[in-house]
């Protein structure tokens, strides 16, 4: 074939790679292929380098095999060198019981993507994965200056991972942050288009130049090499077009390498911008992606977990910093079995010297934050129990002790409801208040000391019940004093109010419209006016009495005057009976 039909068949397999830029990944692979072809043809043509290759297998045997741009000692050369293993499977294995395999570098990446023939390209699959597995796995980052002091601690197995500073575990998608990266990197790959296709040009159009220059310095060839005669008449002018071409070949091979290599970048570029495309226009909008789940989550399964404020010495820091944060919308901690119902005796216990509880919802202005309870604190159980007691644990059992002293449990609201109710709304059950000294009082208090200040304006209390008992719960305890005092007070029955000494020694009672006092004597003090009929059954005695108009029906005497017969009238058996007894508060079942 003429030296010009290969020029030119170099030049359409250039400008084919070039055209492809902007194709599917498929041709891109094809067009690298067919550009290889020239790649060989111009590298065979050179005699700068040592080229191995067997079809089968190259085997390189020794008991210390160092590879790379070194001396003859193993040693570095130069300003250093690069080692480039590629293929399908690259296997490196650390043989026998105390076999290693080490990386070291003040960079070592691992990305888990297709480089392509080229190492050029770096195309994500579904199925890129970065996998180790081992007994004993150590993950360690040193704040080191210069030179690690601490080196990794291996035990027998498990994984350890350490930090001296910060230690970021994350399962978390993104729409916001993520379209903003989509952006920031496609604007830098277009950026470098712009550039690789500036680079391009310039390049191929020196390849072009060399291309055009090989043409004119062979086009003599096929004159001279037409007959025999011609060729040896004209050797002389043979090894000149020899020297012209050696000269110009490497260069016209450095060029072809760089534009292939500029090729490469720019469709990979472009395969990453499309790919991009479609990434943030799969993206949802931010409302729809913080309504749905993004089904990011972080699992941790274990026999037990614990986490401590430690130094890695040990120390347990009580710095403000050190602690356990939550944010969340929602957490739960459940001790179920895998039928949802509860796991025997489980128990969930917080030890701590305060814990609060707080569902205010902050409000935040310029000027200031205020803080507004809001939401709902709900406590479901079939025994609560809340106490200020100290206790002690002897024989591994927790028992309690004593009071607490100055210990107090605290309701405090605008409105607070104790309430024993079914679900249907009927009272059930019952409420008990048991101390030394109990106080039930609406009054204000002082801000500060919280202490009784005067009685609340407009206060109320209601006591009501079908059935009450104040100052005794049965015949063995009662109440030695009841005092009660007010500016006005009111006593209502609708059928008997009856008040008692001792067993009925004296009664009042107010009964069907009747008011009746009964007692071995009875005393009133004071002005007594008694409007309407009043009956005497037994004798009346009077210092003095004004009387208007005075009848006497058996007898009337007097030790002055004296008018019929004095007879005695018969002496009275009236006695009030109690209507009420006492009775013994109902015991709770």
Same mark, same amino acid.
């Given at each position: 074939?003429?030296?010009?039909?290969?020029?030119?068949?170099?030049?359409?397999?250039?400008?084919?790679?070039?055209?492809?830029?902007?194709?599917?990944?498929?041709?891109?692979?094809?067009?690298?292929?067919?550009?290889?072809?020239?790649?060989?043809?111009?590298?065979?043509?050179?005699?700068?380098?040592?080229?191995?290759?067997?079809?089968?297998?190259?085997?390189?045997?020794?008991?210390?095999?160092?590879?790379?741009?070194?001396?003859?000692?193993?040693?570095?050369?130069?300003?250093?060198?690069?080692?480039?293993?590629?293929?399908?499977?690259?296997?490196?294995?650390?043989?026998?019981?105390?076999?290693?395999?080490?990386?070291?570098?003040?960079?070592?990446?691992?990305?888990?993507?297709?480089?392509?023939?080229?190492?050029?390209?770096?195309? !994500?699959?579904p199925h890129s994965s970065v996998v180790s597995q081992a007994r004993n796995i150590v993950l360690q980052s040193n704040d080191g200056k210069d030179c690690f002091s601490q080196k990794p601690v291996i035990g027998n197995s498990g994984v350890t991972i350490h930090s001296d500073t910060k230690m970021h575990i994350e399962a978390a998608a993104s729409v916001k942050n993520r379209k903003q990266a989509i952006e920031n990197l496609t604007t830098q790959l277009k950026s470098e288009k712009m550039q690789l296709e500036i680079d391009s040009q310039k390049q191929k159009l020196a390849i072009e130049t060399d291309l055009a220059q090989f043409k004119t310095i062979v086009a003599p060839h096929d004159l001279l090499s037409s007959t025999e005669m011609l060729t040896r008449v004209s050797y002389q002018e043979l090894q000149d077009i020899h020297d012209q071409v050696g000269k110009l070949l490497p260069k016209l091979y450095q060029e072809s390498v760089e534009f292939i290599h500029t090729i490469s970048l720019l469709a990979e570029t472009n395969r990453q911008i499309d790919a991009l495309d479609k990434e943030k226009s799969a993206l949802?909008?931010?409302?729809?992606?913080?309504?749905?789940?993004?089904?990011?989550?972080?699992?941790?399964?274990?026999?037990?977990?614990?986490?401590?404020?430690?130094?890695?010495?040990?120390?347990?820091?009580?710095?403000?910093?050190?602690?356990?944060?939550?944010?969340?919308?929602?957490?739960?901690?459940?001790?179920?079995?895998?039928?949802?119902?509860? !796991?025997?005796?489980?128990?969930?216990?917080?030890?701590?010297?305060?814990?609060?509880?707080?569902?205010?919802?902050?409000?935040?202005?310029?000027?200031?934050?205020?803080?507004?309870?809001?939401?709902? !604190?709900?406590?479901?159980?079939?025994?609560?129990?809340?106490?200020?007691?100290?206790?002690?644990?002897?024989?591994?059992?927790?028992?309690?002790?004593?009071?607490?002293?100055?210990?107090?449990?605290?309701?405090?609201?605008?409105?607070?409801?104790?309430?024993?109710?079914?679900?249907?709304?009927?009272?059930?059950?019952?409420?008990?208040?048991?101390?030394?000294?109990?106080?039930?009082?609406?009054?204000?208090?002082?801000?500060?000391?919280?202490?009784?200040?005067?009685?609340?304006?407009?206060?109320?209390?209601?006591?009501?019940?079908?059935?009450?008992?104040?100052?005794?719960?049965?015949?063995?305890?009662?109440?030695?004093?009841?005092?009660?005092?007010?500016?006005?007070?009111?006593?209502?029955?609708?059928?008997?109010?009856?008040?008692?000494?001792?067993?009925?020694?004296? !009664?009042?009672?107010?009964?069907?419209?009747?008011?009746?006092?009964?007692?071995?004597?009875?005393?009133?003090?004071?002005?007594?006016?008694?409007?309407?009929?009043?009956?005497?059954?037994?004798?009346?005695?009077?210092?003095?009495?004004?009387?208007?108009?005075?009848?006497?029906?058996?007898?009337?005497?007097?030790?002055?005057?004296?008018?019929?017969?004095?007879?005695?009238?018969?002496?009275?058996?009236?006695?009030?009976?109690?209507?009420?007894?006492?009775?013994?508060?109902?015991?709770?079942?």
């Amino acid at each position: 074939m003429p030296m010009d039909n290969i020029f030119d068949d170099w030049k359409k397999i250039l400008d084919d790679f070039q055209n492809s830029v902007s194709k599917e990944l498929s041709e891109i692979r094809k067009q690298k292929e067919e550009v290889q072809q020239i790649k060989l043809e111009v590298f065979n043509r050179l005699e700068s380098c040592k080229y191995i290759r067997d079809e089968k297998r190259i085997v390189l045997s020794a008991p210390e095999i160092i590879i790379g741009n070194v001396n003859k000692d193993g040693m570095l050369s130069g300003d250093g060198g690069v080692v480039i293993a590629r293929g399908t499977d690259v296997l490196l294995d650390g043989v026998g019981e105390n076999g290693n395999v080490i990386s070291r570098a003040a960079n070592i990446q691992q990305t888990a993507v297709d480089p392509g023939v080229d190492g050029v390209e770096a195309v !994500v699959y579904p199925h890129s994965s970065v996998v180790s597995q081992a007994r004993n796995i150590v993950l360690q980052s040193n704040d080191g200056k210069d030179c690690f002091s601490q080196k990794p601690v291996i035990g027998n197995s498990g994984v350890t991972i350490h930090s001296d500073t910060k230690m970021h575990i994350e399962a978390a998608a993104s729409v916001k942050n993520r379209k903003q990266a989509i952006e920031n990197l496609t604007t830098q790959l277009k950026s470098e288009k712009m550039q690789l296709e500036i680079d391009s040009q310039k390049q191929k159009l020196a390849i072009e130049t060399d291309l055009a220059q090989f043409k004119t310095i062979v086009a003599p060839h096929d004159l001279l090499s037409s007959t025999e005669m011609l060729t040896r008449v004209s050797y002389q002018e043979l090894q000149d077009i020899h020297d012209q071409v050696g000269k110009l070949l490497p260069k016209l091979y450095q060029e072809s390498v760089e534009f292939i290599h500029t090729i490469s970048l720019l469709a990979e570029t472009n395969r990453q911008i499309d790919a991009l495309d479609k990434e943030k226009s799969a993206l949802k909008s931010e409302d729809d992606f913080k309504k749905n789940t993004t089904n990011a989550g972080l699992y941790i399964a274990a026999e037990y977990l614990e986490v401590d404020s430690k130094d890695g010495d040990g120390n347990l820091h009580e710095n403000p910093e050190a602690g356990i944060y939550v944010n969340v919308p929602h957490m739960l901690v459940a001790m179920r079995k895998a039928d949802g119902s509860l !796991v025997d005796k489980s128990y969930l216990t917080v030890s701590t010297e305060k814990v609060n509880i707080s569902t205010a919802n902050p409000k935040v202005s310029e000027q200031s934050t205020d803080l507004p309870a809001g939401g709902s !604190v709900s406590i479901v159980s079939k025994d609560i129990y809340l106490a200020a007691v100290d206790a002690e644990v002897k024989d591994k059992k927790t028992t309690e002790k004593a009071l607490t002293k100055d210990g107090k449990i605290t309701l405090r609201a605008e409105k607070v409801n104790l309430s024993a109710t079914d679900t249907e709304g009927k009272a059930s059950g019952s409420i008990g208040i048991n101390a030394k000294a109990v106080e039930v009082k609406s009054m204000d208090v002082d801000k500060d000391k919280r202490t009784d200040k005067e009685l609340a304006k407009g206060s109320s209390m209601l006591l009501l019940s079908e059935k009450m008992y104040v100052g005794a719960k049965d015949k063995d305890n009662k109440s030695k004093k009841l005092q009660v005092v007010s500016e006005e007070m009111g006593l209502f029955a609708d059928k008997t109010l009856e008040a008692q000494q001792g067993e009925a020694k004296a !009664v009042l009672q107010l009964a069907g419209g009747n008011a009746a006092i009964s007692g071995s004597k009875t005393q009133v003090f004071g002005e007594t006016t008694i409007n309407g009929k009043t009956e005497v059954k037994d004798e009346l005695k009077a210092p003095k009495a004004t009387i208007d108009n005075l009848e006497a029906k058996t007898s009337f005497k007097s030790s002055n005057i004296s008018d019929g017969i004095a007879v005695p009238g018969a002496p009275s058996t009236a006695k009030l009976s109690a209507k009420l007894k006492t009775e013994d508060a109902p015991k709770e079942s």
